[in-house]
C-alpha cells in the first residue's frame, strides 16, 4: 500500500531532550515536507525537500533539522525541545512539487514537550 | 508572502443540502490548489486538486473550481450527508516552493 509512515504516533518528552521524528514514504517521491499544526494557527512548512540532499527552509524552521540522504526517508530532528515546539506533526510527500496527484500524509505525530 | 484565508471558520448545515466552501489567496502566481479534510486527530486526507491551469475537478459529490486571476476556489458538496462532518482545508503551492494552508472550516452536519 502507497503511503507514508510517521513514527513515533505520540511522544512525549522533556525540555532539551534531543528526538527524531522519523518519516518514510514507499511512492518514490522526491518531493517530502514536514508541518506543524497548532490551534489557531493551522498548517504551518517547517522544512522541505525536492530531492536526495536538496532541503529548505519554510515558514517555522528555527529549532528543527532535517535530512534527506536517501529518497524514502525525511526525518524531523529536535536537537533541544522546547515546550512551544508541543505540538500535532505531519510529514507528506508527492511525486514533485506541484504534481497532479497532489500530496499524500502521514497520519500524524502529537508530541508534548514538558 | 502568500496567504490563504477560508471563511467560514465553521458552518453548520441540515443534512441534505448543498453547501460551499471558500478559499482565497493573495497570490495568483501558483503550480496548484488542493482541498483536504481532515478528522479530528487524524491526518489529512486529500479530496481534490486543481492544476494551476484548469478551471474544475470533480469527485463524486465534491466539485471544486480555481479562479486563478481573483485568487478564489470553492469546494461545493451536493447533498451533504452526516459523514461530511470534518475541517476541511485548502492549500496552494505557491512559485517560491512552499505550500501555504488555510485554516480550515469546520463544517457539521446536523442529521
Known amino acids: 500500500e502507497a503511503q507514508v509512515t510517521q513514527n513515533p504516533r505520540y511522544l512525549i518528552t522533556v525540555t532539551g531532550k534531543k528526538l527524531t521524528v522519523t518519516c518514510s514514504q514507499n511512492m518514490n517521491h522526491e518531493y517530502m515536507s514536514w508541518y506543524r499544526q497548532d490551534p489557531g494557527l493551522g498548517l504551518r512548512q517547517i522544512y522541505y525537500?525536492?530531492?536526495?540532499?536538496?532541503?529548505d527552509k519554510g515558514d517555522v524552521p528555527e529549532g528543527y533539522k532535517v535530512s534527506r540522504k536517501e529518497k524514502r526517508n525525511f526525518p524531523l530532528i529536535l536537537e533541544s525541545p522546547s515546550p512551544n515546539q508541543t505540538s500535532l506533526y505531519f510529514c507528506?510527500?508527492?511525486?514533485?512539487?506541484?504534481?497532479?496527484?497532489?500530496?499524500?500524509f502521514g497520519s500524524g505525530t502529537r508530541l508534548t514537550v514538558v | 508572502k502568500q496567504e490563504v484565508t477560508q471563511i467560514p471558520a465553521a458552518l453548520s448545515v441540515p443534512e441534505g443540502e448543498n453547501l460551499v466552501l471558500n478559499c482565497s489567496f493573495t497570490?495568483?502566481?501558483?503550480?496548484?490548489l488542493q482541498w483536504f479534510r481532515q478528522d479530528p486527530g487524524k491526518g489529512l486526507t486529500s479530496l481534490l486538486l486543481i492544476q494551476s491551469s484548469q478551471r474544475e475537478q470533480t469527485s463524486g459529490r465534491l466539485n471544486a473550481s480555481l479562479d486563478k486571476s481573483s485568487g478564489r476556489s470553492t469546494l461545493y458538496i451536493a447533498a451533504s450527508q452526516p459523514g461530511d462532518s470534518a475541517t476541511y482545508l485548502c492549500?496552494?503551492?505557491?512559485?517560491?516552493?512552499?505550500?501555504?494552508f488555510g485554516k480550515g472550516t469546520r463544517l457539521h452536519i446536523l442529521p
Open positions: 525537500s525536492m530531492n536526495v540532499e536538496v532541503t
Open positions: 497570490d495568483s502566481a501558483i503550480y496548484n
Open positions: 507528506a510527500s508527492s511525486l514533485y512539487l506541484g504534481d497532479a496527484y497532489g500530496y499524500t
Open positions: 492549500a496552494v503551492t505557491a512559485r517560491d516552493d512552499k505550500i501555504i
